[in-house]
């Protein structure tokens, strides 16, 4: 699999609501540097929730904006990527291809799948809808991230081509609904395996850990 990179975004933290958010992205040419802790010149606000070696960069598919658009009516933020603080912007890579684990060499780096991303208040705020995040736990529509492997320079337009895929079987719309929609309930096998699972980042595996506790008790 090999993609075009459309959009190369990142952001500075700024006020936003009653706190300060890097959710605002901007297009950027390249090349850019990528690093432990993603894109050359981006920032998160909140290092508890955001950033990190296991969150360094957000990807999110271009392919779902027309349906955001049919959801929201028109929006300025829906014309271009970046309306969801995406750093990566592709067409034809969505939640139900994408697999947790796997690598893709983004321009010169290598980088892997650690998680889907938990949608949050900032997200439904940004886009004047609050209601956005309970569309995205629907839908599964929530991008993922990246930890760096090796690091190297990207540009807009480059390729991210797939290198290799260990967990073919577990798409990160599959991990997604089982942890944030809530349908691991009734899959205690699927839960033990993401608890086990190394290449997924330790916030996701102790909830697959402590929803499987719930679910034997």
């Not at 912007?89 to 697999?99: A, K, N």
Request: aromatic share 6%; charged share 25%.
């Amino acid at each position: 699999m090999r993609r075009t990179i459309l959009f190369l975004m990142t952001g500075k933290s700024v006020p936003f609501g009653k706190e300060t958010s890097a959710i605002a992205k901007s297009p950027r040419d390249g090349p850019l540097a990528v690093g432990p802790l993603g894109l050359e010149g981006d920032e998160q606000a909140d290092r508890s929730v955001h950033g990190g070696p296991d969150k360094a960069i957000h990807h999110y598919s271009a392919s779902h904006y027309s349906f955001w658009r049919s959801e929201l009516g028109p929006h300025p933020l829906l014309e271009v990527p970046g309306a969801f603080g995406e750093n990566i912007s592709t067409l034809g890579m969505t939640e139900t291809e994408v697999c947790l684990g796997d690598r893709y060499r983004l321009g010169t780096a290598l980088v892997e799948v650690s998680q889907g991303r938990q949608p949050c208040w900032k997200q439904g705020h940004r886009l004047g809808n609050p209601a956005v995040v309970a569309k995205i736990v629907e839908t599964g529509k929530s991008g993922w991230y990246y930890r760096v492997i090796e690091a190297g320079k990207v540009s807009a337009g480059d390729s991210i081509e797939l290198t290799g895929r260990p967990l073919p079987e577990w798409t990160v719309a599959r991990a997604f609904a089982l942890l944030i929609r809530g349908e691991g309930g009734s899959d205690s096998a699927g839960l033990k395996e993401l608890a086990d699972m190394d290449v997924l980042a330790a916030p996701w595996r102790m909830r697959a850990d402590e929803m499987l506790s719930r679910l034997r008790n």
